[in-house]
């Protein structure tokens, strides 16, 4: 997910942080987040693209919601006929969030502070810290994974974290039955996105939606995660092609070696035609 991290920014947290202590810097993270979404300052090169998947009704799920970026831009899409099912398990991220959505009044949202996996777990999750006390929020992450690998400098280089307990829903056994026309889903789960997919089996089986998933190597990794097992899950148990947007082409182009750090667009082999012209073959 991409974020704004201004001079002005770096410089002001850690005072607000310091004199307002958690709950008075919510309110701070949910003016400054309305702002960036207001002024689109967080923008990732994909959601271009949005309005080519996501129509007036459709359901949208959105998994790793963070500060709303893309809940706010899939509310607009689907409408007061659609809905958006967003999930984010971190509390301190979940409160800012839901303030963000009832700033906007995005009616059309329902957040659940839930993470998604393959099963119905309670599960511990790492919350980083920044120096000053505030948590880095678009980095949290399931506990059990190992961040000392070669390259963490480039990956992972807080120094504190907080653990926390959070529920972990499989999907197809919470969700299936809420849904009415899913077209699309976003995942941001800084390395569980697997379990995540495993979990969403029945769902994606059946509705087929367009699925916007980031993939960093490094963090399978870390979850002990063979690369190899996630692409062959797509391909073959899904029937997923995987795509990566070429902003210079202004289209999507097939992945066809090793992944990279990355956002991937995942369509369903009986869907390609319908996005025939967002396609460079």
């Not at 070429?246 to 999507?252: E, P």
Request: charged fraction near 30%; charge should be neutral.
């Amino acid at each position: 997910m991409a974020s704004v991290n201004s001079p002005i920014r770096k410089f002001v947290k850690p005072i607000l942080f310091k004199l307002l202590g958690k709950k008075g810097y919510k309110k701070i993270q949910c003016k400054a987040k309305l702002r960036d979404i207001e002024m689109r300052l967080v923008e990732e090169k994909e959601m271009v693209l949005l309005a080519n998947f996501i129509e007036e009704g459709d359901d949208v799920i959105d998994l790793g919601a963070n500060y709303a970026y893309y809940v706010e831009r899939c509310s607009k899409l689907v409408k007061n006929k659609g809905k958006v099912f967003a999930f984010e398990p971190i509390p301190f991220t979940h409160d800012v969030c839901k303030m963000i959505i009832d700033k906007l009044h995005l009616n059309n949202v329902v957040l659940y502070p839930y993470a998604a996996g393959a099963k119905n777990e309670t599960l511990e999750f790492r919350v980083p810290q920044m120096d000053f006390g505030a948590i880095s929020a678009g980095q949290s992450h399931m506990a059990k994974r190992n961040n000392e690998l070669e390259g963490k400098e480039n990956y992972y280089t807080f120094n504190k974290a907080e653990l926390i307990k959070c529920e972990c829903k499989n999907l197809d056994d919470f969700l299936f039955d809420k849904l009415n026309n899913l077209s699309f889903i976003k995942i941001d789960i800084e390395g569980a996105e697997y379990y995540a997919l495993q979990g969403l089996t029945e769902i994606i089986l059946k509705f087929k939606p367009v699925i916007l998933v980031e993939i960093q190597p490094f963090f399978l990794k870390g979850m002990g995660i063979i690369e190899a097992d996630l692409v062959d899950f797509i391909k073959t148990k899904l029937d997923y092609s995987l795509y990566f947007y070429d902003n210079s082409l202004k289209k999507l182009k097939p992945v066809t070696t090793n992944l990279w750090d990355d956002n991937y667009l995942l369509i369903s082999n009986s869907n390609k035609d319908k996005f025939k012209e967002l396609i460079s073959f």
